[in-house]
């Protein structure tokens, strides 16, 4: 049981973190990022590869690393429309259930096909197409595996929570405790 609360704990406080620095810092830099190019556009009618692609390496790394911050705040859209109605036992089952039969699988469908197409990337040294392109093209190729464990990460704190709500046994100590 503690263990499991360690599990969930770190979970939570790695995404957390990600999210709250990481992703946030990411935001304000592609902001800048996209406004140098407005500016250079239609200002000094001119652009840069590098600039055009460092703003989708950033949008990439702000969806990718944001998705397991999303999901602990429970942020992510919901399509079904019945969970709002369902009381906490039944939203944790569905929650389990989502899990085990989708996150779970995409995760592992994602993280078993991208690590090797990441690492023949940094073997090969692979750089951007395009002359004045980014170099190290396996750095963002990187953020694809990197996003997904912290999404998987997520998921697993997510179901302990569920499980625990199923259980009716406290997940975290009281503070007064």
Same mark, same amino acid.
């Given at each position: 049981?503690?263990?499991?609360?360690?599990?969930?704990?770190?979970?939570?406080?790695?995404?957390?973190? +990600?999210?709250?620095?990481?992703?946030?810092?990411?935001? #304000?830099? #592609?902001?800048?990022?996209?406004?140098?190019?407005?500016?250079?556009?239609?200002?000094?009618?001119?652009?840069? +590869?590098?600039?055009?692609?460092?703003?989708?390496?950033?949008?990439?790394?702000?969806?990718?690393? &944001?998705?397991?911050?999303?999901?602990?705040?429970? &942020?992510?859209?919901?399509?079904?429309?019945?969970?709002?109605?369902?009381? $906490?036992?039944?939203?944790?089952?569905?929650?389990? /259930?989502?899990?085990?039969?989708?996150? /779970?699988?995409?995760?592992?469908?994602? !993280?078993? $096909?991208?690590?090797?197409?990441? !690492? +023949?990337?940094?073997?090969? &040294?692979?750089?951007?197409?395009?002359?004045?392109?980014?170099?190290?093209?396996?750095?963002?190729?990187?953020?694809?595996? !990197?996003?997904?464990?912290?999404? /998987?990460?997520?998921?697993?704190?997510? #179901?302990?929570?569920?499980?625990?709500?199923?259980?009716?046994?406290?997940? /975290?100590?009281?503070?007064?405790?």
């Amino acid at each position: 049981m503690e263990l499991c609360r360690k599990i969930v704990n770190v979970c939570d406080r790695i995404n957390e973190w +990600v999210g709250s620095y990481l992703v946030t810092a990411a935001v #304000f830099l #592609f902001i800048a990022i996209i406004f140098s190019n407005v500016v250079l556009r239609y200002l000094f009618n001119t652009s840069f +590869v590098f600039m055009a692609e460092l703003e989708w390496h950033f949008f990439a790394f702000i969806f990718l690393f &944001g998705a397991g911050f999303t999901l602990l705040h429970n &942020g992510h859209v919901r399509v079904d429309i019945f969970y709002s109605l369902l009381n $906490t036992k039944k939203k944790a089952l569905v929650n389990c /259930l989502g899990v085990i039969f989708f996150l /779970l699988p995409s995760c592992y469908l994602v !993280l078993t $096909t991208t690590i090797p197409w990441v !690492l +023949v990337a940094y073997e090969v &040294g692979e750089v951007s197409i395009d002359p004045g392109g980014i170099p190290a093209r396996f750095l963002i190729k990187a953020t694809l595996p !990197l996003g997904y464990l912290l999404l /998987l990460l997520q998921g697993v704190s997510l #179901f302990l929570k569920s499980i625990f709500i199923l259980l009716d046994k406290p997940l /975290l100590k009281s503070p007064l405790s």
